[in-house]
Structures are given as structure tokens and as C-alpha cells.
């Protein structure tokens, strides 16, 4: 009976130390993921003041390099932002981004990049008839076109050299840029002409879309911007910047602050204006960013890969040239060039509103239809 | 052993699999909300592949962190649960970071940080979204293995082998 009972105590003493023993391993586990959860709020908080402590200097508050400038630090949506200055002309050719004129197989070609357009082709762009806008905007306000549309943002009117602006932040890698430029340049032809374009592409990581660039792109340079274009109009400017990194890789771009800072070593005041503008309206969220007179566009106005707009590869206007994309733009009949007229609609009416409707396209119903509709 | 026996032990419950089914249909559907919002189209296949990896990793995460709570009520099992959330959607914001990010850009706005300091944060997520993702998925990985020895305990398998380990010692 009693060693029974001695028996008992014993298993029970045993018992007992086992359960400290694994209480003790759950403790420890326990200290261990508390510090785990606390080492990573920890370090998420330091990460935020590290971004917040960034320096703030990028953002010049005054010019004075070429002409007298309104700073833009006190801008408001009703006032005007006044800025004197030579535009940029970029130079016609690029010693280190030659035209490439072998054919080079789709997704991996840049067959004719940098190349300009002739005049046949250029014609396309500055000469496409009113009746096309007119028709693309019909469909888009019955309906009967998809994935175009915008939600502007209200801007500050870029007024330089006494014209209002239209401003373009994009990068020669992105595959909505390469997209939204071809909407972008028949909207402009409207307002004045392009005495230059070039054949362009999406990087080969975002695409290898066939596109326009503005100026010549420094399509191997490792980080830089091409600033400027060979647009003329009496009634805007076109202040133009694309982030310029290989072409062969994958899409990449670089903060504003690395922007202002290339802007600032132009001298170009207009420029330099246009970059403290996109900085204080806090709108920017990737590119193709622009500004229409008073709109700003925080991306693209429309989605138009082609006939049918995919979600995944393949792309159909990847397998579209140069050529196609301008043949179908001078006799649109499907789908892919009507939503390019509806996106380039958008912007008119837009610019229209923003110019008190002083220049012809502002006069097409489809138009003034798309101003009342839209509010602008 | 014992980490292995207790993931079959969880996952060969009907309710856990299920759990695990449900998770990852919800954070695919979320992946898929936020890349159509960023009007983003996923050009690369490793882009994919470390998504469904995210996804797959951050619901057997859920599943573990689950029943950890249901047999401990442990606070570490809560930690690992919203780990589990916050990874996938977090995931999924960087993965559908391209050329334009609407929805990441407009939190970065609302956490105050402006245009330049969001361009900052914004450009390096683009331009290392895979990376980030690999990260991810290997901390998920870790968390996995490490919520499993909590798990154990809970288990008759799990139970066994401390024991064993504690007598051997």
C-alpha cells in the first residue's frame, strides 16, 4: 500500500517536471515570436521615418537660371503659373542610340528605333482628318467604345511664354506610355504640328510595343531623361520628358526629385516650372503622368492593346508595326484606332476647355458634347 | 518529423483543406482586384509564379495560424494569421506595380508622404517587385516551419516527439 502509494507521488513528481519542461519550451517559443512581431513593427516604423526624413531639397522653390518665373509654391487652382524661358529642342539624332535597321523578330525588336518618320507618315499624326475625331467621339458618347475614359484632376494653368501648357512625364520603357503617345500625338496635331516624330518601342520587359517618341530616346544609357520635342503651335506648348534607361530590360523610373535635378541641369525654366507643378499638385502615381491646361491626367485615358484588350500575353499590338499602327490611324475601321480617336477626343476637349475653345477642333459637336458632358 | 506529420495532420482535416481552399481563392480574387484597378497587365511569367508562391505560402500560413488559435487561443497564432493577410495583399500591391499604381500611390498619399517621397518609394517597388516578392515568400517559409513546432504540441504526434526529446536529454 505504501509503496503504492510512494509509487504514485513519484509518477506524479515526474509528471510535473515533464509539464514545467514543455511549459518552459512554450515559454521560450512564446519570447521568441513576440520579439519576432516586435522586431518587425520596429523596423515598419523605421522605415516610414526614413521615408518621411527624406531630403526635401529636390523641390527648388525659386528659379531664376533663364527668365523671371512665378514659383509654383503658392499654387492655386484658379490662378494661372506665369513662366518665361526657352522650351527644349532635342537634337535630331543620338550618336549612342543609333536607328537600328535590321528586321528583329517581334517581343525582342527595335527595327527602325529612333528613326523619324517620313512625311507620308508624319502627315498621319498632324493631318488626320476632323471627321475621325468627330465619329470616335460619337461612339464614345453613345457608348459603343470601351476602355477609354478619364477622371481628371484640376491644375494650375502652365502659362509659358504666354500659352497655356500641356505637360508629359512618362518613360521610353513603359508599355502605357508607349500606348497613350499614339492618343497623345493625334490630339495634338490638332492644336498645332510635329516637324519631327520617331519610331519607337515599350522596353522588351514591358511589351516591345510600337510607339512614338518626341525626341530621339537614349535607348542604351543606363539612367537619364529626353527632354523636349519638335511640336510648334500658336495656342499651347508641349513640354515633354521621358526617363530614358535600356530598352532591352524591363520597365524602371526614377523619383521626381531625379527629374527636377536633370530638369535643373537644362536651365530650361519652363521645364523646371512644369516638374515644381507635378510635385505640388501630389497626384503623381506612375506614368504616363500629364497635364492638359487645367486637367491633369494621372496616367493613361485609355486601354487600347489592339482589337481586344487582354490581360495576359499575347499583346496584339505586339505584333503590330509601325506601319500597321499608322495605316490603320489614317483609315481607322476597327476597333484599336477608333478607341486611339476617342483617347485623343478626351485630351482635345480638355485643352479645348482650357483655351476658351479658341482653336477649330474646339468647334466639332463631338467635342463641345464631351466638354458639357465631362464638366471640363 | 514532427513538423511534417502535424502539416498532415492539419491539412487531411476537412475544415483546415477547406480553410486553405477558401484563403486562396480570397487572395487570388484580392490579387486580381488590385492588378485591375492598377490597369496592370502581367507581362512576366516569374512575376506569376511568385505571386501563386505568395498566395499558396500565405494560406497554409492562415491555415496554421488558425488552428494554432483554435488549440491555444495563443496571441502568436493571431500575429501569424494577420501576417498572413498583410503579406498577400502586400503582394499583391508590389506585384501589380508597373508603369502606373493608383491604388499604391493613393496610400502612400494618405500616410502623408508627397509627390517626391512617394515617387521614391513608388519607383523602387517597381523596379524590384520580384525581389520584394521572393522576400516574402521566404519569410512566409520560415513562419511556416516555425508555427508548425508551436503546432506540434498540439497534436498526438507533435506531443510524442517532446517527450521524446525531453526524456532523451
Known amino acids: 500500500m505504501a509503496d503504492s502509494k510512494e509509487n504514485l507521488e513519484k509518477e506524479i513528481k515526474e509528471e510535473k517536471k515533464e509539464e514545467k519542461k514543455i511549459e518552459d519550451v512554450v515559454k521560450s517559443l512564446k519570447i521568441i515570436s513576440w520579439s519576432a512581431l516586435a522586431i518587425g513593427i520596429i523596423a515598419i516604423i523605421v522605415g516610414i521615418l526614413a521615408i518621411t526624413s527624406l531630403p526635401k531639397t529636390s523641390a527648388p522653390t525659386s528659379v531664376t537660371s533663364v527668365a523671371p518665373v512665378t514659383t509654383v509654391s503658392n499654387a492655386s487652382f484658379s490662378k494661372a503659373i506665369y513662366v518665361n524661358g526657352s522650351l527644349i529642342t532635342p537634337s535630331m539624332s543620338l550618336p549612342d542610340a543609333p536607328v537600328i535597321t535590321q528586321n528583329q523578330s517581334f517581343g525582342s525588336r527595335l527595327t527602325n528605333i529612333n528613326e523619324p518618320l517620313n512625311a507620308s507618315e508624319l502627315a498621319v499624326i498632324n493631318n488626320a482628318s476632323d471627321s475621325y475625331f468627330e465619329q470616335a467621339g460619337l461612339m464614345l458618347l453613345n457608348g459603343s467604345i470601351d476602355s477609354v475614359g478619364v477622371q481628371p484632376q484640376n491644375a494650375p494653368l502652365l502659362i509659358v511664354n504666354g500659352k497655356p501648357s500641356v505637360i508629359y512625364l512618362g518613360a521610353i520603357t513603359c508599355i502605357f506610355c508607349g500606348e497613350n503617345r499614339w492618343a497623345m500625338a493625334l490630339a495634338l496635331g490638332r492644336f498645332g504640328k510635329f516637324n519631327a516624330l520617331f519610331k519607337g518601342y515599350s522596353s522588351f520587359g514591358d511589351g516591345d510595343l510600337p510607339t512614338l517618341y518626341w525626341a530621339p530616346a537614349e535607348y542604351n544609357i543606363s539612367s537619364g531623361v529626353d527632354f523636349g520635342n519638335f511640336y510648334n503651335s500658336s495656342y499651347i506648348n508641349f513640354i515633354s520628358m521621358d526617363y530614358a534607361s535600356p530598352i532591352r530590360q524591363g520597365f524602371e523610373l526614377q523619383p521626381l526629385s531625379y527629374f527636377i535635378q536633370q530638369a535643373e541641369s537644362t536651365g530650361s525654366a519652363p521645364y523646371i516650372a512644369a516638374l515644381q507643378l507635378i510635385s505640388k499638385l501630389n497626384n503623381f502615381q506612375g506614368t504616363p503622368y500629364s497635364i492638359w491646361g487645367r486637367f491633369v491626367v494621372p496616367g493613361a485615358d485609355a486601354v487600347d492593346f489592339g482589337n481586344v484588350n487582354p490581360s495576359q500575353p499575347p499583346i496584339p499590338l505586339e505584333y503590330m508595326t509601325h506601319e500597321q499602327v499608322l495605316s490603320q490611324l489614317a483609315h481607322p475601321n476597327d476597333m484599336f484606332a477608333w478607341r486611339e480617336y476617342a483617347a485623343a477626343d478626351l485630351y482635345i476637349a480638355m485643352t479645348c476647355a482650357s483655351i476658351n475653345n479658341t482653336a477649330p477642333i474646339c468647334a466639332l459637336p463631338a467635342i463641345q458634347k464631351i466638354e458639357s458632358v465631362n464638366g471640363y | 518529423m514532427a513538423k511534417a506529420k502535424t502539416f498532415k495532420h492539419i491539412f487531411t482535416k476537412r ?66 494569421g494577420a501576417y498572413s493577410v498583410i503579406v498577400s495583399l502586400l503582394g499583391s500591391l508590389f506585384v ?30 517597381a523596379s524590384y517587385n520580384a525581389f520584394i516578392l521572393l522576400a516574402f515568400i521566404i519569410i512566409n517559409i520560415l513562419l511556416i516551419y516555425y508555427y508548425l513546432g508551436m503546432a506540434s504540441q498540439y497534436t498526438k504526434e507533435g506531443k510524442k516527439e517532446i517527450m521524446k526529446k525531453v526524456f532523451t536529454k
Open chain 2, 96 to 125: 501589380s506595380c508597373g508603369c502606373q499604381a493608383p491604388l499604391l500611390a493613393t496610400m502612400l498619399y494618405f500616410i502623408g508622404l508627397n509627390a517626391v517621397e512617394a515617387s521614391f518609394l513608388y519607383s523602387f517597388f
Open chain 2, 15 to 80: 475544415l483546415y483543406f477547406f480553410e486553405f481552399v477558401l484563403g486562396s481563392l480570397i487572395y487570388t480574387l484580392i490579387y486580381l482586384a488590385i492588378v485591375n484597378t492598377n490597369k496592370f497587365i502581367i507581362l512576366s511569367w516569374l512575376s506569376e509564379v511568385l505571386m501563386g508562391l505568395l498566395i499558396l505560402s500565405s494560406s497554409i500560413l492562415l491555415v496554421i495560424a488558425t488552428f494554432i488559435i483554435k488549440n491555444a487561443s495563443k496571441p502568436s497564432g493571431y500575429a501569424g
